[in-house]
């Protein structure tokens, strides 16, 4: 009903004291009227007796004169010789002395012998009365009009003297004069059945009624008198009559004139009533103010807490309200250190305390993110490994301080720990070139040594990098297509990349290509291709390696560096590599029937070298090859599980199959298992050879690989050589054996045998090899892309 407590305090109160102030008012009303009623009929009952006493007296007064005039000497002789003249003056002296209005002599022959003169007509109830009884005064009526008369015998029963008063509005005024209170008085007499008073009023009928019952009650004293009109009070004193007429007086007290004197006493009570409720309303209002603002303000207050806003309640009172004020302010500020503490458990990773992925995404808010802005994933290279080597706590530590470097190096980027070892971070750049750049300006600050404790750790990262995105691409999408370009640019051998959407393809689309795998291997689809190395010793091609291809029937050639991962991760790579070693040694039959029996090097996935049931088979295989064979494997596959990987790789040495270390540099290297390897050939990586005429770093890191292979008792073979000037200088840097587009690219059995024929070709080789080497750092050549 109300909607503010305000009002409703206001309301209730005021409505409490109203109706408490009713009741006393009701009560106060009855017992006033109740009063009124009671000296109301007091005091009609005193007039009432008063009158009486007056009439009474005033009746005395008239019978005495009338008896002294009745035995007047004059008189009496006068009525004895009708002596009308002197009866006359008889009675006018009878008139004065009594104060009466009328005085007449009655014969007792019935004669009436007035002032004016001898009146035939007498009432025939004054004549009743006067002749069977010795009438006391009382009320007479005669010509119609009512008097109070007295009547005395003469002597000698000659008649009777009659003197009388008016019964008039004279006589009425003076009773009214007489009451304390306002009464109203007239005579009835009766009339047959009727009272009257000689005016016909509305209500004649409940007067007549009620003298009636008046007259014939045991109970005198006033009574209270209904009429249509009003509610009276009312008393009927019966008067004596002279002459046989039934007359009463009638008084009529009406309290709502009576009421006054009291009634002044009623408004005063209602004014002061009435004042009492407004200034109730007003005080209560202002009161219930003093309780609702300091609940209103906590209301609010307690409103926009809901919606995450916090506010501090101020009551300027000392009561229980403050103290549910400052309640409130002490639970806001616990709601807030909690919300605070929920935020950085939620926003922030609590290993490193930097920023969280989910953090990064609300930054990178889709609506928010500006045009230009790239995404780095920055991966800290072989994590894992690394991890393994100082603990997990100091590697956490590791990435805390890349995190915090990356802070300092880009104050106001977005920045977040996406996993365990790749740190994102977004930045605006103008081209993807741009961006690139960037992404090599932090990596060479960011891979400077970490000192953990004690110990200083050398970092390598690598960086991919997602494009802007549109509009419509969520942030997670984004993140997502960073880490992804950090995957396909360690892929590439790179150290920052871009996302590269073609590669990329999609999960559905790997799925489906590596169920396809299985068919591609039976309709040859999957085939082998073999790229010779030069041997610079001997002069000639005495080696090549084997590289699987996929010429896909909608797709177009599939990279191996695209479908080799993924046969890797699905599982089907064993059975890809086994099929490529049968097919590998079919192919050295081939060769070997065309007149050249060459070394044909297989490459083994990391993932295959601790894998005991596939080293068994391919030993098995490697038995039946019609000449040597080598296996490709990489350092990090016997880093990641040395004890299996080194079992393994023993029995393939122990069948007779060569070990080449590939893509050496490009990883990380352990000089301690490099010693442990059996291996025969060191392949350092073509990042190196590539750069080789252009760095002087490069041709020194080369030449002392060269050095360590040779240190080790293995060949060492440079891969990925393009131009004349690497293979001249690699040449002269003692290498053993070079592999790249220079020599070949991957062929067919068939086009390599042209080659091993082609005799002007391998001449042209020793010719370069011999050439007096370029100058170092001269004329950049740009390598042709593979
Ligand atoms: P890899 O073992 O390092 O193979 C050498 C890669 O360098 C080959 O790429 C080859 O085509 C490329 N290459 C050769 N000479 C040059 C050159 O002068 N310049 C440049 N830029 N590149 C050159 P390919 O065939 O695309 O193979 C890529 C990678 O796929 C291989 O790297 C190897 O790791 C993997 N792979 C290829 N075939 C097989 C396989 O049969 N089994 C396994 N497990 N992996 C394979
Ligand atoms: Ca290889
Ligand atoms: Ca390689």
Redesign the pocket.
């Given at each position: 009903m109300f909607r503010r407590l305000r009002a409703k305090l206001t309301f209730m109160y005021a409505g409490l004291f109203s109706i408490a102030l009713l009741m006393i008012g009701v009560v106060a009303y009855f017992v006033i009227a109740d009063n009124t009623q009671k000296l109301a009929e007091q005091q009609l009952a005193s007039t009432a007796q008063v009158f009486t006493q007056i009439w009474d007296a005033r009746l005395d007064h008239l019978q005495d004169a009338a008896e002294r005039t009745a035995h007047a000497q004059g008189l009496a002789a006068a009525v004895d010789t009708r002596d009308d003249a002197q009866i006359r003056a008889r009675l006018g002296e009878l008139r004065t002395v009594s104060n009466a209005d009328i005085a007449f002599v009655v014969t007792h022959e019935g004669l009436i012998i007035s002032e004016t003169g001898a009146s035939a007509s007498m009432s025939p109830g004054l004549q009743m009365a006067l002749t069977q009884s010795d009438p006391g005064p009382g009320v007479l009526r005669q010509s119609g009009e009512l008097f109070q008369g007295a009547a005395a015998d003469l002597p000698n029963q000659q008649g009777w003297v009659i003197a009388a008063a008016r019964l008039g509005s004279q006589q009425m005024d003076a009773i009214r004069a007489l009451s304390a209170i306002p009464v109203d008085a007239t005579t009835f007499v009766r009339d047959g059945q009727r009272w009257t008073d000689g005016q016909e009023g509305a209500d004649h009928t409940t007067l007549s009624t009620f003298i009636e019952q008046s007259l014939r009650s045991e109970r005198d004293g006033a009574r209270e008198l209904r009429t249509q009109n009003e509610k009276a009070i009312a008393l009927a004193a019966p008067l004596a009559s002279l002459d046989g007429t039934q007359a009463v007086l009638l008084l009529r007290h009406s309290p709502s004139s009576g009421i006054s004197p009291y009634g002044t006493l009623l408004s005063t009570l209602i004014a002061i009533g009435l004042t009492g409720v407004a200034l109730l309303i007003a005080g209560t209002w202002f009161l219930a103010r003093g309780i609702t603002q300091p609940l209103s303000t906590l209301e609010a207050a307690a409103r926009k807490l809901r919606e995450g806003v916090y506010e501090t309640v101020v009551v300027g009172t000392k009561d229980e309200l403050s103290r549910v004020a400052e309640s409130f302010n002490a639970m806001t500020a616990a709601i807030r250190e909690r919300e605070r503490r929920i935020t950085q458990l939620a926003f922030h990773d609590s290993e490193t305390r930097l920023p969280n992925r989910v953090a990064l995404e609300r930054k990178l808010n889709a609506a928010a993110r500006p045009e230009r802005l790239y995404l780095a994933a920055i991966g800290v290279d072989r994590f894992a490994h690394v991890r393994g080597a100082i603990g997990y706590a100091l590697a956490g530590e590791l990435v805390r301080q890349l995190g915090a470097r990356l802070a300092h190096l880009a104050p106001n980027a977005p920045m977040a720990r996406l996993s365990s070892d790749v740190l994102g971070v977004a930045f605006i750049a103008t081209s993807e070139a741009d961006a690139l750049k960037r992404a090599h300006a932090l990596i060479a600050n960011l891979e400077q040594s970490v000192s953990l404790g004690e110990q200083i750790v050398d970092v390598q990262v690598t960086i991919g990098i997602a494009q802007p995105g549109g509009k419509e691409e969520t942030s997670s999408a984004m993140i997502e297509r960073a880490s992804i370009a950090l995957d396909q640019t360690r892929q590439r051998g790179q150290k920052a990349g871009m996302y590269d959407e073609a590669a990329y393809g999609d999960p559905a689309r790997t799925l489906s290509l590596m169920g396809e795998m299985r068919r591609a291997l039976e309709t040859g689809a999957i085939y082998l291709?073999h790229?010779p190395k030069y041997n610079f010793r001997t002069g000639r091609i005495d080696s090549a390696?084997?590289?699987?291809r996929w010429r896909h029937p909608t797709r177009g050639n599939i990279?191996?560096?695209l479908f080799?991962p993924m046969a890797e991760e699905t599982g089907h790579?064993r059975a890809?590599?086994e099929w490529?070693l049968e097919r590998a040694i079919a192919d050295q039959l081939a060769f070997k029937a065309a007149g050249h029996p060459i070394k044909l090097a297989?490459?083994?996935?990391a993932r295959l070298l601790s894998d005991n049931e596939f080293a068994r088979h391919a030993t098995a295989l490697a038995r039946q090859a019609p000449h040597q064979l080598c296996f490709?494997i990489t350092e990090t596959a016997v880093i990641d599980n040395p004890v299996a990987a080194l079992e393994n790789i023993e029995m393939f040495a122990a069948a007779g199959v060569h070990i080449a270390i590939?893509?050496y540099g490009a990883g990380l290297s352990s000089l301690a298992y490099l010693k442990q390897l059996p291996a025969h050939e060191l392949k350092i990586d073509?990042l190196f050879i590539?750069n080789i005429t252009m760095s002087q770093r490069d041709a020194l890191l080369v030449r002392s690989t060269i050095d360590l292979a040779h240190g080790l008792g293995m060949a060492l073979t440079a891969?990925?050589?393009?131009t004349p000037a690497a293979f001249a200088l690699l040449a002269s840097m003692n290498c053993d054996l070079a592999?790249?587009?220079?020599i070949s690219?991957?062929v067919s059995v068939d086009e390599l045998v042209a080659l091993l024929n082609d005799e002007r070709r391998l001449q042209f080789y020793k010719q370069t090899a011999l050439g007096a080497p370029p100058q170092l750092a001269a004329t950049p050549q740009q390598?042709k892309?593979?």
């Open positions: 291709a790229q390696e084997t590289l699987v990279a191996p560096d080799v790579i890809l590599t490529v297989v490459n083994i996935s490709e590939d893509d073509k590539q891969e990925g050589v393009e592999q790249g587009y220079l690219r991957p390598p892309q593979a």
